[in-house]
């Protein structure tokens, strides 16, 4: 039989599919097109890294480029650096080939191709891998235009019609954008799309004008959290790990910290000045409360200034002023900036305008030691100036080991699939390092060679062929570039690539530049042979894609939500062979707890997560430090003792990733919206737990009365079967008489035990009802029915349009409670937790006063007995604020009262402008009925 012969032509290569917009890409371009359509030339758009701001943007301009009726003739892109610009390149030549986009691509100034991308630096030259500021500012321009800038403004004006796309638009906001400004009203035909993943809420004043004149208003918004929910970024985790400083750095910052113990105890001396700084205090704040003003006005005026005075009272230096009421922020002890701030208020206020010769002392003693603490006392007062303790913490050389110590614990937990991302600020220290620190830290301390250095020497790390990736270098170990070199050379491009040695590390050379070797080592980093990527924050922390990244490590010291937006994509993205892919970036702070300014790192964290989404260990999507750890506070830094413990809950965490996915919920409902919360910490009070109104009603006379069931004591229906029994047994008895003595006899006896039955019986209802009474008339209300009387009182008023159904209550594990309006938009859900935080509050100086009247201690059963039959209890009535929004006038008040009478209980309203309520606020001001501490917090649904 002969064999069946088989065709050996090749399978025909698949087509691949054009890319369908995405929920949150089709509701940016629907929003764009709804703007131009409406004769707007301008649009912003906000969208988080990952999802897809680039495909939006070529979606547009082939629009644009095909539209017969409004077309344009050129689309220019601008980007930030090389690396996102080839990502344009690469994405345009794509859909070009797919048929989607109908143009030439290219990257030549002469704007020649139909759609061009370049650089920001085609018109400012900024080095996106110099070094910065340890206060987290962003790359510097240069301050003048790239020679050949005018050139491509000239090209710009006659291009015809034109689109200008400028992706990351919000460096326009700190480079060059009142140059832009100005370009664009030269430019007669041009339609300007930005793109950005900057929230617009985190833009300052004089940002926001600018974004107005070049942008207009944001056409279209969506947030991490909600591509999240989508499945469009991959589920995350934000965690910390926290160190000390190396045995060098401590000595140092341990004999830094004397001259502030020193200045600390001199300030505090009672002889120094005519007045001393602690008289100073009382006068300042706590005598203008007794005799002019409160303590609302004074805060409102100087909030800050105020803020330090109650750190301050806590630290146990002066008296709590009357009516402060010392919040989460203020119940820490005072900082170095604190005690300057009081000192300056001193200098201000007395000490500068003393002709006494104690109060020069003062003043020429704090000119001397000030410098020591990194500042100067000028004409013009105390002004900070570069602190050497600031440049020991954000660089300190235990950062490069914790990020050893990190890779380390995600090999373990992840094997072949880590692709860790270590970000830093700069690749090689270029500044002096001050003479103070000579000999205590290493002049590339911080840097992201000095990471690399460490990932070589420590053999856990060094088979992960670590490989640096800046704007200028590409360095790692010799083997593993000389794979690298390979590789690149299997493309076919004989680049000329060579392996030297820098400082004991390879580092590879030839005929590219950044553009090529940025695309190069991603696709080596992809593909697992470099399992670790060492770069800097202009670079790598901005638009650069690569799918794989497990998470990163976060070394940066800026603290804008731009910068921390931008870095933490750069790991969200989704990646397909790796579908249940969680992302972790692990921020790494140093701490010294001795040092009066030892916090400032920790600030620094504080301030990167203000403002920015994570799940909390609880499923809440929330800012601030609290989605990182439950303990963490945003006010002062875990205590040294419990550094060991946090860091080893960071590792657990890490080691949980399908359950960091679960808690995200994805797929679920959601409303992408800021929701505010008031986190209730119970003191030393009991507090109810009621979720229904009031059970029993206390009257002025001592009454007690169910709200449920009968309103007065009532004889239960066993008793009057007994007592008709009785009555039936002596009828009989009577009828029966004489001639049926032995009948009438036990009739009667009958009776009498129904007689006795009935009246235990009734004993026993009515020392029951006295119990059950008092039990209701005496528990201490709750969060929970507090926060509804304030919901009914904001809806009645037309304040918000949810009333109690919309209040949500979640207990925390540690019996903390979490009270938010739900479904009621952002403004609602502020306006309900600033009033609810005044209402659980103590009195400070309302204009109203609400109180609530409970049952007061009983002696025994004979007084349960007494209030059961219906007899009066004693009463106490305890006084509570009426919150300021509630209070403005009389018919919001009586809203308030008529809610809080429902949910909380009885109780009088009295405006404390009269007589009778000035004396009760003289009696309660300062008292704190229910003894809570509430901090507020944002959440996201």
């Known amino acids: 039989m002969r064999a069946q012969h088989q065709s050996s032509a090749p399978a025909p290569t698949p087509v691949p599919a054009a890319p369908v917009p995405r929920r949150h890409q089709q509701e940016a371009l629907d929003a764009v097109r709804a703007s131009w359509g409406g004769g707007g030339r301008r649009a912003w758009v906000v969208l988080p890294p990952g999802a897809g701001k680039t495909l939006v943007g070529l979606w547009l301009a082939a629009e644009r480029l095909a539209d017969a009726d409004d077309p344009v003739e050129r689309v220019v892109v601008l980007s930030p650096n090389t690396a996102i610009q080839g990502q344009w390149l690469a994405e345009a030549t794509r859909l070009a080939g797919l048929g989607v986009l109908p143009a030439r691509c290219g990257a030549d100034r002469d704007l020649s191709a139909e759609l061009t991308a370049l650089t920001y630096q085609s018109l400012a030259v900024f080095d996106p891998d110099s070094e910065v500021e340890e206060d987290g500012g962003e790359v510097s321009l240069l301050g003048r235009l790239h020679d050949n800038g005018a050139e491509l403004v000239a090209r710009l004006r006659t291009a015809g019609p034109l689109l200008l796309v400028l992706d990351e638009c919000h460096h326009l906001l700190q480079v060059w954008g009142r140059l832009l400004q100005e370009l664009l009203t030269e430019l007669a035909d041009v339609r300007v799309l930005g793109l950005t993943a900057t929230p617009p809420a985190a833009l300052t004043r004089c940002e926001a004008e600018l974004v107005e004149a070049v942008f207009g208003e944001v056409v279209y918004e969506a947030s991490i959290p909600a591509l999240v929910k989508e499945g469009d970024l991959a589920p995350f985790a934000e965690l910390a790990w926290l160190v000390t400083p190396t045995p060098s750095e401590q000595a140092w910052l341990a004999a830094d910290g004397e001259r502030f113990a020193e200045l600390r105890s001199y300030l505090t001396d009672p002889t120094h000045g005519s007045i001393s700084l602690l008289s100073w205090l009382d006068l300042r704040f706590c005598e203008p409360v007794r005799r002019t003003t409160s303590w609302a006005v004074l805060a409102e005026g100087a909030p800050e200034l105020c803020r330090a005075a109650l750190r301050m009272h806590h630290a146990g230096l002066m008296p709590l002023p009357g009516g402060a009421r010392p919040t989460e922020a203020d119940r820490v002890q005072p900082t170095l900036a604190d005690w300057l701030l009081l000192v300056q208020d001193w200098l201000d206020g007395h000490l500068a305008r003393s002709d006494d010769e104690a109060d020069a002392a003062v003043v020429e003693r704090l000119r001397r030691v000030l410098p020591g603490l990194g500042h100067h ?311 109810g737990t009621s979720t229904e109104p009031v059970p029993v009603a206390v009257l002025p006379d001592g009454q007690l009365v169910a709200r449920a069931g009968p309103s007065r004591a009532r004889r239960h229906p066993g008793v009057w079967a007994l007592l008709a029994l009785a009555g ?214």
């Open 377 to 687: 006392l000028t004409r013009n007062g105390i002004r900070r100036g570069r602190s050497p303790v600031d440049r020991v913490l954000a660089r300190t050389e235990a950062k490069a080991h914790a990020a050893v110590q990190i890779v380390g614990h995600e090999r373990d937990t992840l094997g072949a699939r880590l692709r860790m991302l270590v970000l830093c600020d700069h690749e090689r220290a270029t500044a002096t390092l001050p003479s103070a620190l000579d000999g205590v830290l290493d002049a590339q301390a911080g840097s992201a060679w000095a990471v690399l250095q460490a990932l070589l020497a420590d053999p856990g790390t060094a088979c992960l062929d670590p490989l640096l990736v800046t704007g200028r270098t590409v360095a790692g170990a010799p083997a593993t570039l000389r794979a690298l070199a390979a590789a690149v050379s299997a493309g076919g491009d004989d680049l000329d690539l060579a392996v030297s040695e820098q400082d004991g590390v390879g580092v590879l050379q030839g005929r590219w530049d950044s553009r090529r070797w940025v695309r190069e080592v991603t696709d080596f980093f992809e593909a697992g042979r470099c399992q670790v990527l060492v770069g800097t924050r202009g670079l790598l922390g901005e638009g650069w894609d690569a799918r794989g990244v497990s998470g990163l490590v976060d070394l940066t010291a800026a603290t804008t939500i731009t910068a921390v937006v931008q870095t933490r994509g750069r790991a969200l993205r989704t990646d397909p062979r790796w579908p249940d892919k969680v992302a972790l970036t692990w921020s790494v702070v140093a701490l010294a707890p001795d040092h009066p300014a030892g916090h400032t790192d920790w600030d620094r964290l504080v301030r990167k997560h203000t403002g920015f989404w994570g799940v909390d260990a609880d499923g809440d999507v929330v800012d601030g430090v609290a989605h990182l750890d439950p303990a963490f506070s945003p006010w002062h830094p875990p205590e040294a003792s419990e550094l060991g413990r946090v860091n080893a809950r960071m590792v657990l965490r890490s080691q949980q990733r399908e359950r960091l996915a679960a808690l995200w919920r994805v797929g679920e409902p959601y409303r992408d919206e800021l929701v505010h919360v008031v986190r209730v910490v119970p003191g030393g009070r009991q507090l």
């Open 728 to 941: 039936l047994a002596a009828v009989l008895a009577v009828v029966l008489g004489p001639g049926g003595s032995s009948a009438a006899a036990a009739l009667s006896s009958a009776a009498v035990v129904a007689v006795l039955s009935a009246a235990g019986l009734q004993g026993v209802l009515w020392l029951r009802r006295g119990r059950s009474l008092l039990e209701g008339a005496g528990r201490p209300p709750s969060v929970h029915q507090v926060a509804c009387a304030v919901a009914d009182a904001l809806h009645e008023e037309g304040l918000s349009p949810a009333g109690a159904a919309a209040v949500a209550v979640v207990v925390d594990s540690d019996g903390s409670s979490r009270c938010h309006l739900a479904g009621v938009g952002t403004e609602a859900s502020r306006v309900f937790a600033e009033v609810l935080d005044e209402a659980v509050g103590p009195v400070l100086s309302p204009r109203y006063l609400i109180s609530r009247r409970s049952a007061g201690p009983v002696s025994g059963r004979g007084d349960h007995w007494r209030i059961g039959r219906g007899g009066p209890a004693p009463v106490e009535e305890v006084w509570h604020p009426v919150p300021a929004l509630l209070g403005r006038s009389s018919a919001r008040a009586s809203s308030y009262a008529r809610a809080w009478r429902h949910w909380v209980g009885e109780g009088r309203l009295v405006r404390t402008g009269t007589p009778e309520g000035s004396g009760l606020v003289r009696a309660w001001q300062g008292s704190d009925p229910l003894a809570l501490t509430t901090l507020h917090r944002s959440s996201w649904e």
